[in-house]
């Protein structure tokens, strides 16, 4: 069993920034992907980014390259979002999730286990 709990919410202004945290407790941290999702009100869960399980490859939705980093610290059981550049169309509940497999996917049914999600909210 795998706990995954959240950090870092909050609400800003557009053109703000935000870093999210979540701390795995449970197995081997290292083996697993790990990426964030999130759900818009009166909206389906969507990728945001991943994150391999050695940390060295990362991927991104369209919507948020060049504007979200996703890293890890595996000594730490540890995986971060980095949110600059914030717009209104950013508000949602953003969950940390951990996938089956050292690659993970950008697809929900991918991932194991979630953690409770945090609120984040652009509003000027």
């Known amino acids: 069993q795998v706990q995954l709990e959240e950090s870092g919410g909050g609400s800003v202004q557009p053109g703000g920034s935000l870093k999210l945290s979540c701390a795995a407790f449970?197995?081997?941290?290292?083996?697993?992907?790990m990426a964030w999702f999130r759900q818009a009100p009166g909206k389906g869960r969507e990728f945001v980014a991943r994150i391999l399980g050695s940390g060295g490859s990362t991927f991104y939705a369209e919507s948020v390259k060049g504007r979200f980093t996703i890293s890890r610290d595996n000594a730490k059981n540890t995986v971060s979002l980095q949110m600059n550049s914030l717009k209104p169309e950013d508000t949602a509940v953003y969950y940390c999730?951990?996938?089956?497999?050292?690659?993970?996917?950008?697809?929900?049914?991918?991932?194991?286990?979630w953690g409770q999600g945090t609120q984040v909210t652009i509003v000027s």
């Open positions: 999730a951990q996938s089956y497999t050292f690659y993970g996917s950008d697809r929900d049914h991918d991932y194991r286990y």
């Open positions: 449970g197995r081997s941290f290292s083996s697993y992907a």
